[in-house]
């Protein structure tokens, strides 16, 4: 392992130091192992895309190989390789909304999964056209499912986009030709254009990114977060705890990890069940103790308060505690290693979707004629492996802090509410928040949201840029794994108002929030679109006129990069602290970290020292509030 800090939290360099005791290897191992990555892939130069191939040229202008076999130059094939990674993003968060979008069109009164918000289904049906007037809930939810489906695969008109996004940010779109298509049809597009011998201008392959990524933010993410809502309940501020030490050594320990929440609701459902709870009390457990891991956790906390084990590093440690009796996973940042490093353990590492079967894993496929039953069927494996736990060789840090999440923006609304007064209104708007920054009480608004990467200190950056933003009266919102390092660090608790600036401070306490609002899961980054659009509307101007910020300190998913993307085509500037494979192509740098800004007003800033990104993204927000006179 390298000599450096690996984690600025305990309980994962407790569980490190018991893993190196038992002779299991983490991330961090097989990071060590792989010793210096190689530049061209770290610069983006390497190209595969045919056969061929692969070529790799140099990432240094007027140095060495300077075109692949067919004539690629270096920024041709740096802007490829981008655009298939926000592809591959785009299709991971849209085809977790296109599974929402079906099983809102399969619920039914006596189903396993029904309409919980009607309040929400029936706006929802008013954005997709639908009627509502007089007809049975049922019906509604299943015309909006088919409405949404077609803007997965339509082909001839407009799809529908939330009545958020600002009129002039869609006539921006459409001047620059990156309004957007289906969700499928972008992601193909790029998939084509990427193609040996086709798109060859870094340029318009960026801007068929830009198109691609869009339908993740604003189609297939806005939709996964809307339905779920409807099916799943609309959350509100709620309770709970954060980090391994929510395991609980006397009960059945079950971590939820993946992204789609019908797997972990059923769970949740089942883990109610009676008949299990006395199983698991008949193999000598107190009894079922449900965390949550990742954007699965993420989902079941914002909607129940479930417990949150922990982010993306953690899922190997959770396992090195000896304390999980199952592992239950469906789609997305399941490491595989998960398989090996079960069997050390007496863990059971359950997978159940078809979309993401791992080798060495217990597949029960979640059945999805028979919801509930089938959910009932995994967890009762998890009770009866309790059995087996070794107790002796259980270790469980003693860690772990109390956090509020649920901060949807109906509950950011609600809150809102407080400050108004009813006499006067209006009610359920964002114009208390726009009044507070446009006065300057606030300086800005913030998301931090992300992974973990192992390139750098595992929390730090996280913990580092939010408490820098806070301190400069900038309210932050965080979602994913960047979430669950502030609820672990003590940030999404009111009392972590001490860290904030003087304006943030009483904003907070008139409205009763923390000044760090978990907004929900990777997903629900949608829900901040929704809430910036909403800001910019009120205010009528752009997106990107507003003093706000995207930041993803730790970022690794290529969903992060199509995430990133969609944020600046947007209108709202991206802080990147892991260097993207960008840096090999001259031209693409400067699309992304300048040219964009030319484009939709906002652009891309790299910069690897969260102290610094805080310096510019203060300025940054200075400078556009000077802009619009505020
Ligand atoms: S597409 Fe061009 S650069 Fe890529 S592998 Fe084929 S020949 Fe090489
Ligand atoms: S934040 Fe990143 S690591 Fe965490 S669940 Fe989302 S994509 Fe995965």
Known sequence: MEEKVISIDKATLELLEKAKNDGVETAWDRKAALKVPCGFGAAGVCCRNCAMGPCRVSPVPGKGVSRGICGATADVIVSRNFARMVAAGTAAHSDHGRSIALSLYHTREDGDIKVKDEEK???????????????????????????????????????????????????????????????????????????????????????????????????????????????????????????????????????????????????????????????????????????????????????????????????????????????????????????????????????????????????????????????????????????????????????????????????????????????????????????????????????????????TTQDYSHVETIKGLIANDVIVVVTGCAAQAAAKHGLLQKEAVKYAGPGLATVCKLVDIPPVLHMGSCVDISRILDLVGRVANHLGVDMSDLPVAGIAPEWMSEKAVAIGTYVVTSGIDVWLGIVPPVTGGPEVVDILTNKMDDWVGAKFFIETDPKKAVEQIVNRMNEKRKKIGI
């Open 121 to 455: 289904l029936k706006r929802v049906a008013e954005r997709f056209n639908v009627e509502t007037e007089g007809r049975d809930k049922y019906d509604i939810a299943h015309d909006v499912a088919k409405e949404g489906l077609n803007d997965y695969g339509r082909q001839l008109d407009e799809v529908n986009l939330p009545p958020s996004v600002p009129e002039k940010r869609k006539e921006l779109w459409k001047k620059l030709g990156i309004f957007p298509r289906a969700v499928d049809r972008e992601i193909a597009a790029v998939m084509h254009s990427t193609h040996m011998g086709c798109n060859a201008d870094a340029e318009s392959m960026i801007k068929m990114s830009m198109r691609c990524s869009l339908t993740d933010g604003w189609l297939g993410s806005y939709m996964g977060t809307e339905f779920s809502d409807i099916m799943y309940g609309t959350p509100h501020s709620a309770d709970t705890e954060a980090n391994l030490g929510v395991l609980e050594k006397n009960s059945v320990n079950v971590v939820l990890h993946g992204h789609e929440p019908i797997l972990s609701e059923m769970i949740v459902q089942a883990a109610s069940d009676p008949e299990l709870i006395e199983l698991a009390k008949s193999v000598g457990a107190d009894g079922i103790n449900l965390c949550g891991m990742c954007c699965t956790g993420n989902e079941v906390s914002m909607r129940h308060g479930i417990k949150l084990a922990g982010n993306f590093m953690q899922q190997e440690l959770a396992v090195v505690t000896g304390a999980v009796d199952a592992l239950i996973v469906d789609v997305q940042c399941i490491m595989p290693a998960l398989a090996k490093l079960s069997e050390s353990y007496h863990t059971k590492f359950i997978t159940t979707s078809p979309k993401a079967h791992i080798k060495g894993s217990t597949y029960i496929e979640l059945d999805e004629e028979n919801l509930l039953n089938s959910a009932k069927s995994i967890l009762k494996e998890a009770i009866l492996n309790f059995k087996n736990r070794d107790q002796s060789k259980v270790m469980i840090p003693e860690l772990k802090s109390k956090a509020i999440v649920g901060y949807s923006v109906e509950e950011i609304l609600n809150k809102l509410d407080k400050v108004v007064n009813s006499e006067i209104g209006p009610m359920q708007t964002v114009k208390p928040l726009a009044d507070v920054i446009v006065s300057g009480v606030l300086r800005g608004a913030a998301a931090v949201v992300g992974c973990n990467n192992p390139k």
